[in-house]
Protein backbone atom coordinates (compact mmCIF):
# COMPACT_ATOMS: atom_id res chain seq x y z
CA UNK A 1 0.00 0.00 0.00
CA UNK A 2 1.01 3.42 -1.15
CA UNK A 3 2.39 6.00 1.61
CA UNK A 4 0.34 9.24 2.09
CA UNK A 5 2.03 12.74 2.70
CA UNK A 6 -0.15 16.20 3.23
CA UNK A 7 2.03 19.05 3.02
CA UNK A 8 4.76 20.57 1.93
CA UNK A 9 6.75 20.08 5.05
CA UNK A 10 6.17 16.71 5.22
CA UNK A 11 6.79 16.36 1.15
CA UNK A 12 10.58 17.93 1.51
CA UNK A 13 11.43 16.13 4.66
CA UNK A 14 10.41 12.41 2.93
CA UNK A 15 12.20 13.58 0.00
CA UNK A 16 15.42 15.00 2.29
CA UNK A 17 16.10 11.01 2.85
CA UNK A 18 16.97 10.39 -0.01
CA UNK A 19 20.08 12.82 0.38
CA UNK A 20 23.39 11.39 1.59
CA UNK A 21 23.21 8.08 -0.69
CA UNK A 22 24.93 8.59 -3.37
CA UNK A 23 22.45 9.63 -6.73
CA UNK A 24 19.21 8.98 -6.49
CA UNK A 25 16.06 10.35 -8.17
CA UNK A 26 12.54 11.36 -7.19
CA UNK A 27 9.95 11.44 -9.59
CA UNK A 28 6.85 12.82 -9.36
CA UNK A 29 3.65 12.41 -11.20
CA UNK A 30 -0.14 13.86 -11.23
CA UNK A 31 -2.79 14.54 -13.87
CA UNK A 32 -2.70 18.11 -15.50
CA UNK A 33 -3.36 20.97 -13.14
CA UNK A 34 -2.33 18.75 -9.94
CA UNK A 35 0.26 21.12 -8.39
CA UNK A 36 3.13 18.75 -9.12
CA UNK A 37 5.46 21.21 -10.94
CA UNK A 38 4.94 23.54 -8.23
CA UNK A 39 5.94 20.97 -5.07
CA UNK A 40 8.70 19.60 -7.47
CA UNK A 41 10.13 23.16 -7.89
CA UNK A 42 9.30 24.19 -3.87
CA UNK A 43 11.05 20.86 -2.94
CA UNK A 44 13.98 21.45 -5.03
CA UNK A 45 14.51 24.93 -3.48
CA UNK A 46 14.24 23.97 0.04
CA UNK A 47 16.75 21.47 -0.52
CA UNK A 48 19.73 23.28 -1.84
CA UNK A 49 22.51 22.74 -3.64
CA UNK A 50 22.53 19.14 -3.40
CA UNK A 51 18.83 18.44 -4.98
CA UNK A 52 18.08 19.56 -8.88
CA UNK A 53 15.14 19.48 -11.04
CA UNK A 54 15.05 17.79 -13.95
CA UNK A 55 11.02 17.80 -15.41
CA UNK A 56 10.00 15.63 -18.10
CA UNK A 57 8.29 18.39 -20.14
CA UNK A 58 11.95 19.27 -21.90
CA UNK A 59 11.14 16.11 -24.15
CA UNK A 60 8.28 17.86 -25.48
CA UNK A 61 8.46 17.18 -29.22
CA UNK A 62 8.84 20.69 -30.98
CA UNK A 63 5.79 22.26 -32.62
CA UNK A 64 7.11 21.56 -36.06
CA UNK A 65 7.03 18.26 -35.44
CA UNK A 66 4.06 17.85 -33.91
CA UNK A 67 2.34 19.88 -36.80
CA UNK A 68 4.17 16.92 -39.63
CA UNK A 69 2.80 14.50 -37.25
CA UNK A 70 -0.74 15.98 -37.26
CA UNK A 71 -0.39 15.91 -33.21
CA UNK A 72 -0.47 19.81 -32.96
CA UNK A 73 -3.93 19.77 -31.08
CA UNK A 74 -3.38 16.92 -28.35
CA UNK A 75 0.11 18.45 -27.05
CA UNK A 76 0.89 16.73 -24.00
CA UNK A 77 -1.05 13.76 -25.32
CA UNK A 78 1.22 10.60 -24.39
CA UNK A 79 2.74 10.08 -27.75
CA UNK A 80 3.96 14.15 -27.89
CA UNK A 81 7.26 13.76 -26.17
CA UNK A 82 10.03 11.82 -26.69
CA UNK A 83 9.85 9.31 -24.10
CA UNK A 84 12.78 7.32 -25.36
CA UNK A 85 14.82 9.94 -24.62
CA UNK A 86 14.28 11.13 -21.76
CA UNK A 87 14.40 7.63 -20.66
CA UNK A 88 17.73 7.85 -21.71
CA UNK A 89 18.57 10.45 -19.74
CA UNK A 90 17.39 9.14 -16.40
CA UNK A 91 19.90 6.25 -16.91
CA UNK A 92 22.46 8.65 -17.59
CA UNK A 93 21.93 10.49 -14.62
CA UNK A 94 21.64 7.34 -12.93
CA UNK A 95 24.47 5.68 -14.35
CA UNK A 96 26.78 8.17 -14.66
CA UNK A 97 27.19 10.58 -11.29
CA UNK A 98 30.70 11.76 -12.24
CA UNK A 99 29.47 13.37 -15.43
CA UNK A 100 28.14 16.65 -16.39
CA UNK A 101 25.07 16.27 -17.71
CA UNK A 102 23.33 18.67 -19.85
CA UNK A 103 19.21 18.36 -20.56
CA UNK A 104 16.67 20.01 -22.50
CA UNK A 105 14.28 22.69 -20.88
CA UNK A 106 10.25 23.78 -21.46
CA UNK A 107 9.35 26.99 -21.59
CA UNK A 108 5.76 27.19 -21.42
CA UNK A 109 5.38 31.00 -22.86
CA UNK A 110 7.00 30.30 -25.69
CA UNK A 111 5.85 26.72 -25.79
CA UNK A 112 8.60 25.21 -26.68
CA UNK A 113 12.11 23.64 -25.05
CA UNK A 114 15.37 24.81 -25.02
CA UNK A 115 18.08 22.44 -25.86
CA UNK A 116 20.69 21.80 -22.93
CA UNK A 117 19.44 24.71 -21.06
CA UNK A 118 19.16 22.52 -17.96
CA UNK A 119 22.50 20.83 -15.82
CA UNK A 120 22.99 17.86 -13.45
CA UNK A 121 26.62 18.49 -11.68
CA UNK A 122 28.20 15.44 -10.05
CA UNK A 123 27.84 17.33 -6.65
CA UNK A 124 23.91 16.50 -6.93
CA UNK A 125 22.58 14.18 -4.88
CA UNK A 126 18.76 13.66 -5.63
CA UNK A 127 17.65 14.30 -8.88
CA UNK A 128 13.55 15.61 -9.09
CA UNK A 129 12.08 14.95 -11.95
CA UNK A 130 8.11 15.66 -12.78
CA UNK A 131 5.36 14.74 -15.29
CA UNK A 132 2.44 13.27 -16.50
CA UNK A 133 3.59 9.95 -17.35
CA UNK A 134 6.36 8.59 -15.38
CA UNK A 135 4.22 5.08 -14.34
CA UNK A 136 3.03 4.70 -17.76
CA UNK A 137 3.70 1.27 -18.81
CA UNK A 138 2.96 1.83 -22.30
CA UNK A 139 3.96 4.12 -25.03
CA UNK A 140 7.69 3.81 -24.79
CA UNK A 141 7.25 5.32 -21.44
CA UNK A 142 8.01 1.58 -19.80
CA UNK A 143 11.42 1.58 -18.40
CA UNK A 144 11.07 5.03 -16.36
CA UNK A 145 9.63 3.53 -13.32
CA UNK A 146 12.35 1.05 -12.83
CA UNK A 147 15.02 4.20 -12.50
CA UNK A 148 12.84 6.36 -9.67
CA UNK A 149 14.29 5.53 -6.22
CA UNK A 150 11.22 7.00 -5.17
CA UNK A 151 7.90 7.74 -7.06
CA UNK A 152 4.71 10.19 -5.55
CA UNK A 153 1.38 10.25 -7.15
CA UNK A 154 0.56 13.98 -6.67
CA UNK A 155 -3.90 14.96 -6.13
CA UNK A 156 -5.91 16.95 -5.84
CA UNK A 157 -9.65 17.88 -6.01
CA UNK A 158 -10.84 17.55 -9.85
CA UNK A 159 -12.83 20.90 -9.54
CA UNK A 160 -9.84 22.50 -8.37
CA UNK A 161 -7.33 21.21 -10.78
CA UNK A 162 -10.04 21.99 -13.86
CA UNK A 163 -10.22 25.77 -12.42
CA UNK A 164 -6.10 26.18 -12.36
CA UNK A 165 -6.05 24.55 -16.41
CA UNK A 166 -8.75 26.92 -17.14
CA UNK A 167 -6.54 29.87 -15.66
CA UNK A 168 -3.52 28.52 -17.74
CA UNK A 169 -4.65 28.67 -20.85
CA UNK A 170 -6.41 31.87 -20.57
CA UNK A 171 -2.71 33.02 -19.85
CA UNK A 172 -1.57 31.72 -22.97
CA UNK A 173 -3.78 34.00 -24.76
CA UNK A 174 -6.74 31.71 -25.36
CA UNK A 175 -10.37 32.74 -24.78
CA UNK A 176 -12.49 31.54 -22.77
CA UNK A 177 -14.22 29.20 -24.86
CA UNK A 178 -11.12 28.05 -26.10
CA UNK A 179 -9.50 27.47 -22.46
CA UNK A 180 -12.58 25.57 -21.33
CA UNK A 181 -12.64 23.30 -24.33
CA UNK A 182 -9.12 22.38 -24.13
CA UNK A 183 -9.36 21.19 -20.39
CA UNK A 184 -12.31 19.36 -21.02
CA UNK A 185 -10.85 18.10 -23.97
CA UNK A 186 -7.39 17.03 -24.36
CA UNK A 187 -6.13 17.51 -20.95
CA UNK A 188 -8.81 15.76 -19.81
CA UNK A 189 -8.13 12.71 -22.34
CA UNK A 190 -4.67 12.61 -20.85
CA UNK A 191 -5.77 13.01 -17.13
CA UNK A 192 -7.21 9.91 -17.58
CA UNK A 193 -4.28 8.14 -18.81
CA UNK A 194 -2.21 9.34 -16.01
CA UNK A 195 -4.96 8.65 -13.41
CA UNK A 196 -4.94 4.76 -14.15
CA UNK A 197 -1.11 5.00 -13.31
CA UNK A 198 -1.85 6.08 -9.57
CA UNK A 199 -1.86 2.72 -8.20
CA UNK A 200 2.33 2.46 -9.22
CA UNK A 201 3.16 5.02 -6.56
CA UNK A 202 5.11 4.46 -3.25
CA UNK A 203 3.49 7.66 -2.11
CA UNK A 204 0.38 9.65 -2.60
CA UNK A 205 1.23 13.47 -2.12
CA UNK A 206 -2.21 15.44 -1.48
CA UNK A 207 -0.34 18.63 -0.01
CA UNK A 208 -3.51 21.30 -0.66
CA UNK A 209 -3.10 25.43 -2.17
CA UNK A 210 0.45 25.72 -3.50
CA UNK A 211 1.56 29.11 -5.16
CA UNK A 212 -0.14 29.34 -8.83
CA UNK A 213 2.98 30.69 -10.75
CA UNK A 214 4.55 26.93 -10.79
CA UNK A 215 2.03 24.67 -11.71
Keep these: MAGALNSLDAAVERARLLLGKGRRLLGLV ?26 MDGYHLSNKVLRELGRAKRKGAVDTFDALGYTMLLKRIRNEPHSIIYHPVFHREIEESITAEGVVS ?9 GNYLLHPQDGWGGVRELLDESWYVEVDD ?11 LGLGNTMEEAVAWTTGSDEVNAQIIGKT ?5 VIVTVGELPLEAR
Excluded: H, N
Design 30 to 55: GKPGSGKSTLAKLAAERLGAKARLVP
Design 122 to 130: PDVDLVISE
Design 159 to 169: EVRVKRLIQRR
Design 198 to 202: RQFAD
